[in-house]
């Protein structure tokens, strides 16, 4: 009877939803959820090792932010900031400036979704230099506004038909510490890496046109990648003698994701302007721009406002979830069990063939499934047949990037409740050596 619930529900969506809003993993119907825990429509439970796409950093339903939801829905559910004010957006703006990095006067602006806050970036950067282009890096995602399209290189899906895409975007390496540049298996040197920019400024895109960089620290869709130690302070170096901002898009990897309240500050490098969104508000839809004052600035109204953006109850959502960062001390909590969790998976690097790499700070941990260990080569069938054992044993985990089990459970999941995810994970990698989990039909699965 219940399992007919789940293949109505899939069946509805087939019929009714199109298929560009969804990556097909698992018929997961969720009914509810809470902490690091998802109870689907049958009743079966499951620990959570995707956080809704690192949207749930503080967990799932957490009393505070449920209870600040209903008190502010009791009292006005929206006025939009296009022309009025209202206290838990200016409340929330003065905290977001206080907690996001960088020694310099700051200013904030809402939006709706990650997206909005990547194409607001490209504007304001665009307002305040004067300068047309905008360099990102390849295997970069953005997000799904024309803006963040165009600066997102992960997936032909996202760019096919729809051209075409923003003028004025390059793209250059990602400075990954795994694998080298155009397939080689090692990773480069920083100066190998930033070759590729030096050489488009000495031949096809003048520095002093050139608006700003936009960074992922962290490249999170691209396969949780780590950047070679020293590459981002040497970039900030050579932007500041260009005159070139630099935008940091935190979407995936800011909050509390890496242990820090942003991921910049794990790097000896001042953004000019941070995008935040996904866990700002607890998963209620919202994002945010906090950038200098001066090139806030540079734009006026209506260049970037959006009717229902800075919804107070969002504001208060997200007021309440930085409380919750603050008074359960989490994000010094994620950084220790992020710590944990990395020593066990590194043990695993050495034990099983196809663990290549495990990488990442605080929760934010890529492992990254080989078919050999010296080529490094990707073995996405192995990953999602990892994937689809954990999900079967009450574990929902994704492969991104093909061969990359994304490990980003909500900050406040228990440390029990880590070890019971690494349990089952090890079961899984222990299946695919053994070739136990070949009954998998993974085809058309995953991005
Ligand atoms: C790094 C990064 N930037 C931007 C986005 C887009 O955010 P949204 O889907 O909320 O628009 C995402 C979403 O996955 C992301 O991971």
């Known amino acids: 009877m219940q399992e007919d619930k789940v293949q109505k529900v899939i069946e509805h969506d087939k019929k009714y939803f199109a298929k560009a809003g969804r990556i097909p993993y698992y018929p997961l119907v969720i009914e509810s959820a809470h902490g690091a825990t998802l109870t689907d429509v049958n009743g079966k439970s499951y620990i959570d090792l995707l956080s809704s796409a690192s949207s749930q950093n503080v967990g799932h339903t957490p009393k505070k932010i449920v209870e600040a939801i209903k008190k502010q829905a009791e009292k006005m559910v929206h006025y939009t900031p296009a022309y009025m004010h209202h206290e838990?957006?200016?409340?929330?703006?003065?905290?977001?400036?206080?907690?996001?990095?960088?020694?310099?006067?700051?200013?904030?602006?809402?939006?709706?979704?990650?997206?909005?806050?990547?194409?607001?970036?490209?504007?304001?950067?665009?307002?305040?230099?004067?300068?047309?282009?905008?360099?990102?890096?390849?295997?970069?995602?953005h997000g799904s506004t024309y803006g963040s399209i165009t600066a997102s290189t992960i997936s032909l899906n996202m760019r096919r038909k729809i051209g075409p895409l923003l003028p004025g975007f390059f793209h250059i390496p990602?400075?990954?510490?795994?694998?080298?540049?155009?397939?080689?298996?090692?990773?480069?040197?920083?100066?190998?890496?930033?070759?590729?920019?030096?050489?488009?400024?000495?031949?096809?895109?003048?520095?002093?046109?050139?608006?700003?960089?936009?960074?992922?620290?962290?490249?999170?869709?691209?396969?949780?990648?780590?950047?070679?130690?020293?590459?981002?302070?040497?970039?900030?170096?050579?932007?500041?003698?260009?005159?070139?901002?630099?935008?940091?898009?935190?979407?995936?990897?800011?909050?509390?994701?890496?242990?820090?309240?942003?991921?910049?500050?794990h790097f000896d490098i001042e953004a000019d302007l941070i995008a935040y969104g996904k866990s700002i508000a607890g998963g209620m839809p919202m994002s945010a721009i906090v950038g200098r004052k001066e090139v806030m600035d540079a734009l006026d109204a209506p260049a970037h406002l959006f009717t229902t953006g800075a919804n107070p109850v969002c504001c208060e959502a997200a007021l309440a979830t930085i409380d919750i960062l603050e008074e359960d001390n989490l994000i010094a909590e994620t950084a220790r069990k992020g710590q944990r969790v990395k020593e066990q998976l590194q043990q695993w690097q050495t034990k099983y063939d196809c663990v290549g790499d495990v990488r990442g700070e605080g929760l934010s941990i890529g492992i990254d499934i080989v078919?050999?260990?010296?080529?490094?080569?990707?073995?996405?069938?192995?990953?999602?047949?990892?994937?689809?054992?954990?999900?079967?044993?009450?574990?929902?985990?994704?492969?991104?990037?093909?061969?990359?089990?994304?490990?980003?459970?909500?900050?406040?999941?228990?440390?029990?409740?880590?070890?019971?995810?690494?349990?089952?994970?090890?079961?899984?990698?222990?299946?695919?050596?053994?070739?136990e989990l070949d009954t998998y039909q993974v085809e058309g699965q995953g991005w």
Do not use: W
């Open 88 to 141: 838990p957006l200016s409340k929330l703006a003065e905290r977001l400036c206080q907690l996001s990095p960088g020694s310099f006067e700051k200013q904030v602006l809402f939006g709706l979704t990650g997206s909005d806050a990547v194409d607001g970036m490209i504007k304001f950067a665009r307002g305040f230099t004067g300068r047309p282009y905008v360099i990102s890096f390849t295997n970069a995602y």
């Open 174 to 265: 990602y400075p990954d510490a795994y694998r080298g540049m155009y397939g080689a298996s090692n990773a480069n040197t920083v100066d190998e890496y930033l070759a590729p920019l030096k050489e488009m400024f000495e031949t096809y895109v003048p520095a002093e046109e050139v608006a700003c960089i936009l960074i992922e620290t962290f490249q999170g869709d691209g396969g949780l990648l780590e950047p070679v130690k020293g590459y981002f302070e040497a970039l900030s170096e050579l932007c500041k003698e260009h005159g070139i901002l630099l935008a940091v898009d935190d979407i995936q990897q800011g909050f509390g994701r890496t242990g820090k309240f942003s991921s910049v500050e």
């Open 371 to 435: 078919t050999d260990k010296r080529n490094k080569t990707k073995d996405a069938e192995a990953a999602l047949k990892i994937c689809n054992y954990c999900f079967d044993h009450g574990v929902v985990i994704i492969a991104i990037a093909g061969s990359v089990l994304r490990f980003q459970p909500p900050l406040v999941i228990t440390d029990d409740e880590l070890d019971q995810a690494l349990t089952i994970l090890e079961s899984a990698i222990q299946g695919v050596e053994n070739g």
